[in-house]
């Protein structure tokens, strides 16, 4: 299994422009979860999904962030404008079951640059 | 304020000595997760537990759902160990999967 996928690895950009990260969630698995960690505030869970639809929201800074899961196998979180605040390395995990009582399994991450 | 709260936040340790780390969380939660982060950057989960004691080699995770609390204990700590340890708690129920709200982390350094 080729475990959770996300892309791209590092991302650089100016502030102002819009910024897309993607996660692959390892396959049978029905819960997705967004995180963004930052020296400061550490590990933050940003949103999540179940069966594809969101669940909770609440963690998503402001509407700059949007993120969708458009079907299983794919989810994108995008910021749009971005903002140098935004720096943070963005982790994507995947569950079986609800997460609560099942491992979430993380991706690599990305690190994510706004100048 | 965190209401995952882990101690303590960095911890330095000769090769061989037995580890501790502490985790206490604010509110009744089904099941605990023990994370660990190596400096290039990558997490993994080490375990999760709702009751008693898990083991896995040298490391052993225990909580007390009661007294809300979990420990995760290194044995034989090796530099091979050093890392940043994150425990993280499902505090908030959403309709159909919960996230996890983290703790800040404990920085092990085991020097040789």
């Known amino acids: 299994d080729a475990g959770v996928i996300q892309s791209p690895r590092h991302e650089v950009t100016e502030m102002g422009q819009e910024v897309t990260l993607r996660c692959k969630p390892i396959?049978?698995?029905?819960?997705l979860f967004w995180y963004r960690q930052t020296m400061m505030r550490g590990l933050e869970l940003l949103i999540y999904?179940?069966?594809?639809?969101?669940?909770?929201d609440s963690g998503m800074p402001e509407d700059r962030f949007s993120a969708k899961m458009p079907n299983a196998s794919f989810s994108t979180l995008k910021i749009q404008p971005s903002e140098p605040r935004d720096s943070a390395v963005y982790f994507c995990?995947?569950?079986?079951?609800?997460?609560?009582?099942?491992?979430?399994?993380f991706g690599p991450g990305t690190r994510l640059t706004v100048l | 304020k965190n209401e995952v709260e882990q101690s303590p936040q960095n911890l330095t340790a000769q090769e061989g000595e037995f580890i501790t780390i502490n985790c206490s969380y604010s509110?009744?939660?089904?099941?605990l997760h023990w994370l660990q982060q190596h400096p290039g950057g990558g997490i993994v989960s080490l375990f999760m537990?709702?009751?008693g004691k898990k083991k896995h080699g040298r490391l052993i995770a225990t909580i007390n759902i009661q007294e809300k609390h979990s420990s995760l204990h290194i044995t034989a700590s090796h530099p091979r160990d050093s890392a940043v340890y994150i425990c993280?708690?499902?505090?908030?129920?959403?309709?159909?999967?919960?996230?996890?709200?983290f703790g800040k982390g404990t920085h092990l350094i085991i020097q040789p």
């Open positions: 995990a995947s569950s079986t079951g609800t997460g609560v009582t099942d491992t979430q399994y």
């Open positions: 396959s049978g698995h029905n819960s």
């Open positions: 999904f179940n069966n594809n639809v969101p669940i909770d």
């Open positions: 509110v009744g939660i089904s099941a």
């Open positions: 537990l709702s009751s």
């Open positions: 993280a708690a499902p505090l908030y129920s959403g309709g159909g999967a919960d996230g996890l709200t």
